[in-house]
């Protein structure tokens, strides 16, 4: 059986006692909500620590999502089942139900949050590419206070984000814009699992019908979440069509670096970041319109 290192166990019951306590303890401490992740790499000793924090009894605190003029607001500590059956959420950004359907399982579902899915970092993980695809802004806190920054600064690399050993992601917020929809799409080799490849796309249009704005995120495509500012140089002021959409694909499959793994060849992932690609731009365009595809 494996078992994790000895630790320290410790529960909080606000986001300030967190802090003072990760301020204490330094990066001898790790914070867990879900632990879907976590756990089983303390189990494996890649992951060590002298001291757990449980911060579950934060979700009174941090676990919502707040519908505002231009703005939507969602709790670190949000569930992923709450995220899936919001249908505020839905409405403003299809693009989330699509890939809280294809997360995990139900178990997964009920207790891992969105809070824990970004700060893994993992360039595989489905909400990360959503918050890309969206432009979305993390709100950490520390001792002195909070600070926003990007979802491009946010995640630094493979398993490494932009929170500090004393600070908590509290937040992410999603800028709402008019006359857009948005899309997910993953392939996976069974259900639940982790992509093969994934992506997401959102897309504005102007009041004649062309493409105001748009913007793509995928997954497991290489070392980190990637967005692809390319294809909004692309798109913007042109008639959505299969064309375009084939030429956004192909921008895609070139920016993008996959590898060779268990999951498939790279030449098969970079095929599928294309099509992908094609397919969620297409369907996001077509919810505009009022027409599910």
Known sequence: ?????????????SVGEAVALLDRLGDTARLVAGGHSLIPMMKLRLANFEYLIDINDLHDELGYVRVEPGLIRIGAMTRHRELLESDELAAAFPVFRDAERVIADPVVRNRGTLGGSLCQADPSEDLSAVCTTLDASCVIQGRDGERV????????????????????????????RPNGSSAYEKVERRAGDWAVVSAGAAV??????????ARVGLAAVGPNTAGIPGIADALRGRRPTEELF??????????????????????YKRHLARELTLRVLRR??????????
Do not use: K, N
């Open 284 to 293: 996001a365009v077509a919810r505009i319109d009022g027409q599910e595809v």
């Open 204 to 213: 504005w249009l102007d009041g004649d019908g062309l493409i105001a704005d």
């Open 246 to 267: 084939g030429q956004a694909g192909d921008i895609a499959a070139e920016a993008c670096s996959p590898v060779t793994d268990r999951r498939g060849s790279a030449e």
């Open 1 to 13: 059986m494996q078992v994790p290192a000895p630790f320290e166990y410790q529960r909080v019951g």
């Open 149 to 176: 920054v990007s979802m491009e600064d946010f995640h630094r690399g493979p398993y490494e984000t932009a929170v500090g050993d004393a600070e908590i992601l509290t937040e992410v917020r999603f800028p709402v």
